[in-house]
C-alpha cells in the first residue's frame, strides 16, 4: 500500500478513505442526497448514512433543504460546513517560515511567522515542528478536523515524491521534506513550488476559480510561473515547466544576472531594476513604489525602465498566451500591485498579436488580489488540490 493511502487510511474518521470520497463528492456536487452520494461513490446505502451520520454528529456536514421528489420520499440534501474542515499551510523560504491554519474556502484563521534560525533541514524542521504545534495550540480546533498539509517551497520540486530536488534560496538538493514532515506531524503532507503553489491559490481561492487554463507569473524574489491547465497543475516530468524567467525576450536587451541578455527576470526583479535607475540616475531609490511615483510624475528614467518591463512582460504574455491557448494570465507578487499600469498595456498588446496573426478568442490579463497572503493561500491550495484529485 502507498505511503498515501497508509495516511489517509489513520485512524481518524477524516482521513479514513470512504469518508474523505464522501466529503470530497459532498464538496465537488456543492449538494448532494444519500442516494446520490451511494450513487457516486458506489458504497451501499448502509454504508453511507453510518459515514454521513457521523458526520452530521460531529457537525462536519449539515442537512439542508428539501430535494425533488420522484414520487417516495424526497430527499434530504447534505452540505459541508466549510469552516468546520482546515487545511494548514506552511511556506518555506530563506527569509521567512510562514504556517497558516485556513478553512476549505481559503480563509485564513491564523497565521504566524518566523526567520529561520538554521537553513539546514533536520533542524528547520525541529524548529518548524514547535511553531506548528503551538498554531494548533493557539487555534484551538479539533485536530481530527484537519484534512493535512501544504507546503510552498521556492525551488524545483517533485511533488509526487515529496521531494525537493534543489533549491537555491534554501541551498537544499535532494530533501526528501514530505517524508520527514509526515513523520514529525502526523498529518499527511503535499509539497510543490511556490509559483504553482500561488497558481493554485488562484484556482482556487482568487481571480482565477472559473479559468480552466491559465498561467501565474510570479514576480517577487525572482520569475517562475505555475501552469494550470484543464485545472491541474502542469508541471512537466522534471517538475521545471514554468522556467519562464531566463528564457531571453529581447534581442540584444539588458545583460542578465545568467550571462544572457535580455531575460523575462532583468526586467522584473527589483534589485536590478533598483540598480538600474541608481546607475542611470545617480539617485538611489528603495522600492517599487517609489520607481512608480516617481514615473507618475514624469521621471523619463522611471518611465524608460517601466515600458521596457511592460514591454517585455507583454511578449512573455503574449508567448505563453497563443502557446498554451490560454484563458487567463495572471500576474502576482511585487508588480501586481501595479495593476493601472500593466493591464491595459499587457491585454491591449496580446489582442494586437492576436488580430495580426488572424486568431480571436477570448483572453484577459489580471493581477492576483491575494496579496501577502498569496503564498500561503498558496500552500492551501496545493493540499486542497490534492484532497481534490485524490489518486485511483
Ligand atoms: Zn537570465
Known amino acids: 500500500m502507498s505511503k498515501e493511502k497508509r495516511v489517509l487510511n489513520s485512524t481518524s474518521l477524516i482521513r479514513s478513505f470512504n469518508v474523505v470520497s464522501v466529503l470530497q463528492t459532498i464538496y465537488r456536487?456543492?449538494?448532494?442526497?444519500?442516494?446520490?452520494?451511494?450513487?457516486?461513490?458506489?458504497m451501499s446505502p448502509a454504508t453511507i448514512t453510518r459515514i454521513t451520520s457521523e458526520l452530521l454528529e460531529q457537525g462536519i456536514i449539515t442537512?439542508?433543504?428539501?430535494?425533488?421528489?420522484?414520487?417516495?420520499?424526497?430527499?434530504?440534501?447534505?452540505?459541508?460546513?466549510?469552516?468546520?474542515?482546515?487545511?494548514?499551510?506552511?511556506?518555506?523560504?530563506r527569509d521567512q517560515v510562514a504556517l497558516g491554519l485556513s478553512d476549505l474556502k481559503g480563509k485564513l484563521m491564523s497565521k504566524s511567522a518566523y526567520s529561520p534560525y538554521s537553513l539546514e533541514p533536520n533542524t528547520l524542521v525541529r524548529e518548524l515542528v514547535q511553531e506548528f504545534n503551538s498554531l494548533l495550540e493557539k487555534a484551538k480546533v479539533k485536530k481530527e478536523h484537519i484534512l493535512g498539509v501544504g507546503v510552498a517551497i521556492s525551488g524545483i520540486v517533485d511533488s509526487n515524491r515529496g521531494v525537493l530536488l534543489q533549491s537555491v534560496?534554501?541551498?537544499w538538493r535532494d530533501v526528501k521534506i514530505a517524508e520527514i514532515l509526515e513523520?514529525?506531524?502526523?498529518?499527511?503532507?503535499?509539497?510543490?513550488?511556490?509559483?504553482?503553489?500561488?497558481?493554485?491559490?488562484e484556482l482556487w481561492f482568487g481571480g482565477a476559480q472559473k479559468a480552466s487554463n491559465f498561467l501565474y507569473l510570479k514576480t517577487s524574489a525572482g520569475v517562475?510561473?505555475?501552469?494550470?491547465?484543464?485545472?491541474?497543475?502542469?508541471?512537466?516530468?522534471?517538475g521545471m515547466a514554468g522556467e519562464i524567467g531566463h528564457i531571453p525576450l529581447q534581442k540584444n536587451g539588458r545583460p542578465c544576472r545568467c550571462g544572457q541578455r535580455g531575460c523575462l527576470e532583468t526586467y522584473l526583479y527589483l534589485p536590478d531594476v533598483l540598480k538600474r535607475y541608481q546607475m542611470e540616475t545617480g539617485q538611489e531609490i528603495k522600492d517599487c513604489f517609489e520607481l512608480f511615483n516617481k514615473a507618475r510624475s514624469g521621471?523619463?528614467?522611471?518611465?524608460?525602465?517601466?515600458?521596457?518591463?511592460?514591454?517585455?512582460?507583454?511578449?512573455?504574455?503574449s508567448l505563453s498566451g497563443g502557446l498554451l491557448d490560454l484563458d487567463m494570465v495572471v500576474i502576482g507578487?511585487?508588480?501586481?500591485?501595479?495593476?493601472?499600469?500593466?493591464?491595459?498595456?499587457?491585454?491591449?498588446?496580446?489582442?494586437?498579436?492576436?488580430a495580426r496573426t488572424g486568431l480571436h478568442k477570448k483572453f484577459s490579463v489580471i493581477c492576483s488580489t491575494l496579496g501577502e497572503d498569496s503564498d500561503l493561500l498558496?500552500?492551501?491550495?496545493?493540499?486542497?488540490?490534492?484532497?481534490?484529485?485524490p489518486p485511483i
Request: hydrophobic share 45%; charged share 25%; with cysteine.
Open 333 to 354: 507578487g511585487i508588480w501586481a500591485n501595479f495593476k493601472e499600469l500593466l493591464i491595459d498595456r499587457l491585454e491591449r498588446h496580446f489582442q494586437t498579436v492576436l
Open 183 to 201: 513523520d514529525n506531524l502526523d498529518f499527511p503532507v503535499v509539497v510543490e513550488n511556490d509559483a504553482n503553489a500561488a497558481a493554485l491559490a
Open 169 to 171: 534560496n534554501l541551498g
Open 63 to 93: 442537512e439542508h433543504g428539501i430535494g425533488q421528489s420522484n414520487g417516495g420520499r424526497r430527499p434530504v440534501f447534505l452540505k459541508l460546513s466549510y469552516d468546520k474542515l482546515y487545511i494548514i499551510g506552511i511556506q518555506i523560504r
Open 299 to 317: 521621471d523619463p528614467v522611471a518611465n524608460q525602465i517601466l515600458e521596457e518591463l511592460v514591454d517585455t512582460l507583454s511578449m512573455a504574455v
Open 29 to 42: 456536487e456543492g449538494a448532494c442526497s444519500r442516494t446520490k452520494l451511494a450513487e457516486i461513490t458506489k
Open 378 to 389: 498558496g500552500a492551501v491550495g496545493i493540499f486542497t488540490q490534492k484532497w481534490l484529485t
Open 224 to 238: 517562475g510561473a505555475g501552469i494550470v491547465y484543464d485545472r491541474k497543475l502542469l508541471t512537466g516530468p522534471r
